[in-house]
């Protein structure tokens, strides 16, 4: 069974897609924790990040990388966090949450509830970076 990300790969489930090279797929989380909160996946679906052959592993991290810039250009922020959780989807994933406080980075906090409008809104910053 495939997994949300790969549903959003194939485009089986619409995104606000960020960045996308033959590999690599960045959009805004779904359910963000700040504005600007973006997901940056393998197209190959692997469960574990540190289960990526390590060339995979390091383009993976290439990608995120420029990525993480034009969010940092596009969201006021102190700078960009990233974490990887890896529990909610068994698809490796990085984060990328423009930081302004600690507690930006934190996933028990209440998630955004953006409307279609406002995620339009911050896919275009960054994708015009």
């Not at 194939?10 to 995104?15: D, L």
């Not at 504005?35 to 692997?46: A, D």
């Not at 698809?91 to 953006?114: C, T, W």
């Amino acid at each position: 069974m495939s997994s949300i990300f790969t549903k959003i790969i194939n485009g089986e489930i619409p995104c606000y897609k960020i960045a996308e090279d033959e590999n690599h797929l960045a959009f805004l989380d779904a359910m963000p924790l700040v504005k600007g909160h973006t997901l940056v996946v393998p197209k190959r679906e692997v469960d574990l990040i540190f289960d990526l052959e390590s060339e995979e592993f390091k383009n993976l991290w290439c990608f995120a990388q420029k990525v993480a810039h034009k969010v940092g250009a596009a969201i006021p922020c102190i700078r960009v966090g990233i974490a990887v959780v890896g529990i909610e989807v068994p698809h490796a994933h990085i984060h990328l949450v423009p930081l302004n406080s600690m507690q930006d980075l934190n996933f028990g906090n209440e998630r955004l509830k953006l409307t279609p409008e406002e995620y339009k809104e911050v896919q275009d910053k960054i994708v015009n970076q």
